[in-house]
């Protein structure tokens, strides 16, 4: 693998409202659909090894617009399942738990659809996905979401999971990860298109 680039899907109704969005699958908002256009310069000379996308519909619209074609869909780049804090907001859930943090105190179980994942499943999750990167000729990219990418991000730098909490990623941002002197770094992060 050259380089991995990983594309955030564009806004929904729910990240623009700050609400935990795992396994709830929602369309984007018009300006999702705008930004996830935008990232088309990024992806229009195509020569990618391997494309990956989650099942979500909001990663597979974000690909679609930005021009990415002959993706596979892959499970494991599904959002972090939330449980119980599904579709809440982290004000509402500190109303019960004060100083709540996701990346300190995890999730509480959710009904049979949201059962809830540690950040421990999460990586193992993309552990799976950087493997499958590693092993791949060219180019990556992933279109994915925005705690799903941070935890990966942590992993491909050989982090601890819970570490993704220093990398924020806005919606319809990408970034870019490979190596130098073979070693894995960050080569761009939640970087806007203009």
């Known amino acids: 693998m050259d380089e991995m680039l990983l594309l955030r899907h564009g806004?929904?109704?729910?990240?623009?409202?700050?609400?935990?969005t795992g396994r709830t699958d929602l369309p984007l908002t018009e300006r999702g659909e705008e930004q996830?256009?935008?990232?088309?310069p990024l992806v229009e000379k195509g020569d990618f090894g391997l494309v990956l996308v989650s099942p979500a519909e909001r990663a597979r619209r974000t690909a679609d617009l930005a021009g990415?074609?002959?993706?596979?869909?892959?499970?494991?780049?599904?959002?972090?399942?939330?449980?119980?804090?599904?579709g809440i907001?982290?004000?509402?859930?500190?109303?019960?738990?004060?100083?709540w943090y996701l990346w300190r105190d995890g999730v509480i179980p959710g009904?049979?659809?949201?059962?809830?994942?540690?950040?421990?499943?999460?990586?193992a999750r993309a552990d799976r996905v950087i493997e499958r990167a590693r092993a791949a000729e060219g180019r990556v990219v992933l279109v994915a979401?925005?705690?799903?990418?941070?935890?990966?991000?942590?992993?491909?730098?050989?982090?601890?999971?819970?570490?993704?909490?220093?990398?924020?990623?806005?919606?319809?941002?990408?970034?870019?990860?490979?190596?130098?002197?073979?070693?894995?770094?960050?080569?761009?992060?939640n970087a806007p298109v203009h």
Do not use: C, N, Q
Request: proline fraction near 6%; aromatic fraction near 10%; avoid cysteine.
């Open 36 to 40: 996830a256009r935008a990232l088309a």
């Open 111 to 123: 009904d049979a659809e949201h059962p809830g994942e540690s950040a421990a499943h999460v990586a």
């Open 145 to 189: 979401h925005g705690h799903f990418l941070r935890v990966l991000a942590a992993r491909w730098l050989g982090l601890d999971p819970s570490e993704g909490r220093l990398f924020r990623l806005d919606t319809g941002t990408y970034s870019r990860l490979g190596h130098e002197h073979a070693e894995p770094v960050l080569l761009a992060w």
């Open 89 to 99: 907001t982290t004000p509402r859930i500190r109303e019960d738990r004060p100083g």
């Open 68 to 86: 990415l074609t002959g993706y596979e869909v892959d499970p494991d780049l599904w959002e972090w399942d939330y449980g119980g804090y599904e």
């Open 11 to 20: 806004e929904t109704e729910w990240s623009k409202a700050g609400r935990h």
